[in-house]
């Protein structure tokens, strides 16, 4: 893949970026739209084009932007395919930093070269995502990966995020107002995630936290090589989902691992009160003696106290058929607002009710068959109709507090990693310890 020599990182020339990227978008619908009069126009070539100028030029800027895309791809069944496909890219194999400017932020950071530092370092990136690359190096015959963070990403964020807001809004059929409520929480999450000192830290504290579950592991981080915008830590084995996919490993193994999954996540939130709120597949290494490596702690969600307990009230069992308390709680989360009419509390509590027992189902059961396509197929059909939905569309302010965004995100990402392993796991949730 081609090197990047530079990134664009004042706000005047990100910006120019973008506006270049729309100009081609709206070249692509007019050639589309030119077809179509001839009767030989094609909306999957129209996605597969404007899919590549979009991730063409997020992949030059890096950064929050990449991110969102990065996120986006996540969100299969809802995104056209095309646009999941090349945006899951960002994950691990966008286009990487040259190594004259990696070695810049070495000095820059740590006042000496990667080869000052190492015994080895390469040269080329073995993984690039949104917001750094990651190299491999080695200190006394200890093999070590190296995140390293391109320039300018933190200094961008809120601005790129501004300039992005109009393809979120237009993908997503989300409105401008509500769209801004909720980019000041990504944006915080992102500030958080430029800071390597920061994830360090987080990294070392779930590590020891979570080490009593079986079959997980997590590197050993080095603060002695690392600093804001620099991160080192061992060098974990292990395959990214697709290729571990690709050895055909048995049920077995994908239960085990998928099972693994399942504890890691349950014990963060409803335990540990917090949890690595990206997991896409690029985040995890998986073995064939079904173990499974834990990287990138950048992005993590913490939850308050009032919030986790009046959002996880909603997994007691049934309590959407009581429709008193399930209100209740619908107005204390602002799902529902004070000043609904009578008709939106009757439209939106039917909505959310719909689906509360569809994403709870695994909650409700004591072993769940992530495998089952017809389930997700369910998900997706429900999130096409909402997000077609007049009066949702029409609505005066964004519903739902800011905390349960990464949550969601979170849930759904696990979901999807299960659907894909095809596992079947035992769902029963510590959640259940509030209700029993």
Request: charged content about 30%; hydrophobic content about 35%.
């Amino acid at each position: 893949m081609k090197e990047q020599d530079k990134i664009p990182t004042s706000k005047f020339s990100r910006t120019g970026s973008f506006l270049k990227t729309g100009a081609k978008v709206g070249g692509n619908y007019l050639k589309y739209y030119g077809k179509r009069i001839i009767g030989e126009g094609n909306e999957e070539e129209l996605h597969k084009d404007n899919a590549s100028d979009i991730y063409d030029s997020l992949s030059k800027l890096k950064g929050s932007a990449l991110k969102v895309a990065q996120m986006m791809s996540m969100d299969e069944g809802i995104l056209p395919g095309a646009f999941s496909q090349k945006f899951s890219q960002a994950q691990y194999s966008a286009p990487p930093l040259s190594y004259p400017l990696v070695v810049k932020t070495f000095r820059d950071q740590l006042s000496k070269s990667p080869s000052e530092i190492f015994s080895s370092f390469s040269k080329n990136a073995f993984a690039a995502a949104s917001i750094g690359q990651v190299h491999k190096a080695e200190v006394e015959g200890k093999s070590m990966a190296v995140k390293v963070q391109y320039p300018g990403v933190a200094d961008s964020i809120h601005s790129d995020l501004r300039i992005i807001k109009p393809i979120v809004s237009s993908m997503f059929k989300i409105s401008s107002s509500e769209l801004d409520y909720y980019l000041e929480e990504i944006g915080a999450r992102l500030i958080e995630e430029t800071d390597y000192k920061l994830e360090l830290k987080r990294s070392k504290e779930i590590a020891l936290s979570c080490k009593h579950i079986e079959g997980l592991e997590f590197p050993k981080y080095y603060a002695e090589y690392s600093s804001e915008r620099i991160l080192t830590m061992d060098w974990l084995s292990g395959r990214h989902l697709n290729e571990f996919l690709a050895l055909n490993p048995s049920q077995d193994v994908r239960d085990r691992i998928g099972q693994i999954l399942w504890d890691f996540y349950d014990f963060q939130i409803h335990t540990l009160r917090k949890v690595h709120a990206d997991p896409h597949p690029g985040n995890f290494l998986m073995r064939e003696d079904a173990s499974l490596g834990v990287i990138d702690f950048g992005c993590i969600k913490e939850f308050p106290e009032d919030f986790y307990m009046n959002y996880f009230r909603l997994m007691e069992p049934g309590i959407s058929q009581n429709d008193e308390k399930f209100t209740k709680l619908l107005f204390d989360l602002k799902f529902l607002l004070e000043d609904d009419s009578q008709e939106e509390v009757r439209h939106f509590s039917k909505m959310y009710q719909e689906m509360h027992n569809l994403l709870c189902t695994p909650f409700f059961a004591d072993e769940f068959d992530f495998a089952d396509g017809n389930y997700f197929q369910e998900i997706y059909s429900m999130s096409d109709r909402f997000s077609k939905d007049k009066m949702l569309r029409k609505a005066k302010a964004a519903r739902g507090p800011k905390d349960s965004l990464y949550l969601t995100r979170t849930y759904f990402g696990l979901y999807s990693l299960l659907h894909k392993l095809g596992s079947k796991v035992r769902t029963r949730s510590l959640v259940n310890l509030i209700f029993d």
